[in-house]
Antibody, heavy 118, light 110 residues
Framework: EVQLVESGGGLVQPGGSLRLSCAVS????????MTWVRQAPGKGLEWVSI???????YHADSVKGRFTISRDSSQNTLYLQMNILRAEDTAVYYC????????????WGQGTVVTVSS | QSALTQPASVSGSPGQSITISCTGS?????????VSWCQQYPGKAPTLMIY???KRPSGISNRFSGSKSGNTASLTISGLQAEDEADYYC??????????FGTGTKVTVL
């Protein structure tokens, strides 16, 4: 079964760091483009980061220089390293797979909650 | 990386058709046929409904259809049903090799 399971969320103080994980099953993480999307409480979806094959990556301006997307083929897991966290980074973070049949995200995880507060 | 513009809410009666617009620029919506639409119920992860402007993934009802003209894409839901009440987001690939979401539209079935 194709599945994405996020973990690693929690409460962190402003300026702190957190690493989110997205465990992949049913396919090989290194064979697909993978992305992170977040949703602040009561707000809409916001694209965060994407990693392409060859491990080239792109980030939204709002997180550039603070967040890093990566993956580990041996663990079949996607990661999001988040540094210098701000209150406005508080959100549910979803990982998703870019489909092979189109330029869209076809498989999503259930999300993990990140709260940045003192 | 400004969000694509969608109406905040759209409503319709059961059986009617509604259309949600998604307006961007020539750097995203207008520049590529890579607009997708997802549906999200409260507290749940999004589900892909339309990809590449007008294609439906396997298992998605043909009541959902997509189109694009210039810098504006549209999602039409025909034969509106109670289960269609949800939030809908458009997404577009951009000229910066990134993605951008729309502001989201809440669909209410009257």
């Amino acid at each position: 079964e194709v599945q994405l399971v996020e973990s690693g969320g929690g409460l962190v103080q402003p300026g702190g760091s957190l690493r989110l994980s997205c465990a992949v099953s049913g396919f090989t993480v290194s064979h697909y483009y993978m992305t992170w999307v977040r949703q602040a409480p009561g707000k809409g979806l916001e694209w965060v980061s994407i990693i392409y094959t060859g491990d080239s990556s792109y980030h939204a301006d709002s997180v550039k220089g603070r967040f890093t997307i990566s993956r580990d083929s041996s663990q079949n897991t996607l990661y999001l390293q988040m540094n210098i966290l701000r209150a406005e980074d508080t959100a549910v973070y979803y990982c998703a797979r870019r489909s092979t049949y189109g330029m869209a995200f076809d498989i999503w995880g259930q999300g993990t909650v990140v709260t940045v507060s003192s | 990386q400004s969000a694509l513009t969608q109406p905040a809410s759209v409503s319709g009666s059961p059986g009617q058709s509604i259309t949600i617009s998604c307006t961007g620029s020539s750097s995203d919506v207008g520049g590529y046929d890579y607009v997708s639409w997802c549906q999200q119920y409260p507290g749940k992860a999004p589900t892909l409904m339309i990809y590449d402007v007008s294609k439906r993934p396997s298992g998605i009802s043909n009541r959902f259809s997509g189109s694009k003209s210039g810098n504006t894409a549209s999602l039409t839901i025909s034969g509106l049903q109670a289960e269609d009440e949800a939030d809908y987001y458009c997404t577009s690939y951009t000229s910066s090799s990134t993605y951008v979401f729309g502001t989201g539209t809440k669909v209410t079935v009257l």
